[in-house]
């Protein structure tokens, strides 16, 4: 079973813990998430389609990120995550921790906090090893192309993260 640490509105760690997807939250308490946005030198950004089977958006295109583990720090979980989706190692790679922002659901027990974090790393196609419970494909996208698939509401966080696609 995956645990969850419960942060206050300060983005603290209270001490408590919450299953994983168990939406029980209170007003006022969050879980922890990243984004892990990882462009090549040559300015195109890695983006994953979700798999079909996925309850909450499939076949949406993303960045690779998830919740941050009980007892885990923000960067660790981003380079997991990273690694799990893509099979890129960005630990690394030049850039970090880019900013924060959080979302309330008052009544739905699902608050979060995501850090968004951008890395810059030289890598090839023959680089990439999908996970394929999460993905479903991948493109090497500009700037322009992700902006289009927002505009086509296909295109997870881009009015939250859209700063860092620059």
Known sequence: MEYWDIYDAEKKRTGRLMKRNDWCLKDGEYHLSVLGVVVRPDGRYL????????????????????????????????????????????????????????????????????????????FTEEDLKLQTEETDGYRLATVEEIKELAEQGIFLHYDSIQRVFV
């Not at 941050?68 to 960067?75: D, L, N, R, T």
């Not at 890129?88 to 739905?108: C, I, K, M, Q, W």
């Open 47 to 122: 983006i994953t389609k979700r798999v079909m089977t996925k309850a909450w958006a499939p076949g949406w295109w993303e960045v690779s990120g998830g919740a941050v583990q009980a007892g885990e720090e923000s960067y660790d979980a981003v380079l997991r995550e990273v690694r799990e989706e893509t099979g890129l190692d960005v630990s690394g790679a030049e850039g970090g921790y880019v900013f924060t922002y959080h979302r309330e659901n008052p009544g739905e027990g699902d608050n979060y906090f995501v850090d968004v974090y951008r890395f810059v790393l030289d």
